[in-house]
């Protein structure tokens, strides 16, 4: 009894395992070499567009972010290597981080060129004021000639 149960155990283990959708991003948030996307928050104000990006342990430096054709783009590539030698033996550690999300603003909403970025305590914050002919509107009253 106990083999017939570990059959149906293991085909199941292995079905549940390869069909997860495990590089499906909308699913999940690592990548099959274990790293992570960062978070991310849009908001929309009535002056602007900000995108919060939570990348904590990460410094300015690190990112790049690029904006054409109404695509806001942030990316990051950081390397980090370790060495340590002690009598008899050396350890070499290295590893390898990059990502990139991208997002798309609605056509001519943004002033391209006034794009302001910040970093601050773990989390990217991007600025994208809008036109003032896509900002909302006071109502008015249409006088009636």
Known sequence: MLAKRNENYLPSFFDRFLNNELMDWGHSNFSSTNTSLPAVNVKETADDFVIELAAPGMEKKDFKIKFKNNVITISSERENEKEEKKE????????????????????????????EAKYNNGILHVTLPKREEVKPQPEREIKIS
């Not at 008899?88 to 006034?114: C, H, L, M, W």
């Open 88 to 115: 008899s033996y050396t350890r070499r550690e290295f590893s390898y981080q990059s990502f990139q999300r991208s997002f798309t603003v609605p056509e001519n909403a943004i002033i391209g060129d006034k794009i």
